[in-house]
């Protein structure tokens, strides 16, 4: 009887080792990102601000796989730091575009070390990060 319940069982969810390893692999940027004033979620928009450069809302969230709810008590609060700018879009106003500063732009190079830093924190080859990665990526297109 048991062995009809095996596919419920903690250790059988693909969920979980995703779960408990993506907060564990967070909770390692902690005190990298304590050091820039900022929480992780602000730093994987910086990351992506820092590339594209300037974008809107929808943009940005469609990198993330944020929503609009999500993202902006975060983009507020990176706006009153001095991070970046919104601005409604003059050719459709219904775009938020998002802008560095200069102090945003500058911050860039504080933030350099940090994935150097935290590949020191992962117990894996890199070939061995760069199977993970692929595995994870095609994970997030079936999704998106």
């Known amino acids: ?10 250790d059988k969810q693909l969920c979980f080792p995703l779960y408990a390893c993506s907060r564990s692999v967070i ?5 990298f990102l304590d050091q820039l004033d900022l929480t992780y979620t602000q730093y994987i928009a910086m990351l992506v601000l820092w590339e594209k450069g300037t974008m809107t809302v929808k ?9 609009s709810g999500t993202l902006t008590p975060l983009l507020k609060k990176l706006e009153h730091k001095g991070l970046i700018t919104r601005k409604r879009s003059s050719e459709d106003e219904r775009n938020l575009i998002l802008t560095l500063t200069k102090a945003g732009m500058n911050m860039r ?6 994935p150097e830093q935290l590949a020191k924190t992962v117990p ?3 070939d061995e990060a ?3 990665y692929k595995l994870l990526y095609k994970i997030l297109e079936k999704q998106g």
Do not use: V
């Open 1 to 10: 009887m048991e062995s009809r319940y095996e596919a419920l069982k903690l």
């Open 130 to 132: 760069e199977t993970l």
């Open 124 to 126: 894996l080859e890199h």
């Open 27 to 31: 909770r390692e940027y902690k005190p």
């Open 59 to 67: 943009e940005l969230g469609e990198q993330l796989y944020l929503d």
């Open 109 to 114: 190079e504080e933030a350099l070390s940090i």
